[in-house]
Nanobody, 115 residues
Framework: QVQFVESGGGLVQPGGSLRLSCVGS????????MSWYRQAPGKQRELVAA???????KYVDSVKGRFTLTRDNAKNTLFLQMNNLKPEDTAVYYC?????????WGQGTQVTVSS
């Protein structure tokens, strides 16, 4: 059974940093396109950053220069380092694995940026 579990969310002041982690089970991690999505209240879920199995990492324009996605295939772990956080980054952040025609999602972790 394939599962993904996120952690690392929390409350942080504007300008602060957080590091999200997503640990996956199963053997598909290294072959999957791994991504971070987020969903703010009243808004649609949006792609934040995506790391194909063997290609360039892509970021949504609003987080370029502030967020960094990395993946450790040996540990089935995906990370999102978030620096210089802004109130508009407040959302539930989800880990996604896309393999073949199947999407797997974690349960999400809340990130709140507020003074």
């Amino acid at each position: 059974q394939v599962q993904f579990v996120e952690s690392g969310g929390g409350l942080v002041q504007p300008g602060g940093s957080l590091r999200l982690s997503c640990v996956g089970s199963g053997s598909i991690f290294r072959f999957s396109r791994m991504s971070w999505y987020r969903q703010a209240p009243g808004k649609q879920r949006e792609l934040v950053a995506a790391a194909p199995a063997a290609s360039v990492i892509k970021y949504v324009d609003s987080v370029k220069g502030r967020f960094t996605l990395t993946r450790d295939n040996a540990k089935n772990t995906l990370f999102l380092q978030m620096n210089n956080l802004k109130p508009e980054d407040t959302a539930v952040y989800y880990c996604n694995s896309h393999f073949g025609d199947i999407d797997y999602w974690g349960q999400g972790t809340q990130v709140t940026v507020s003074s």
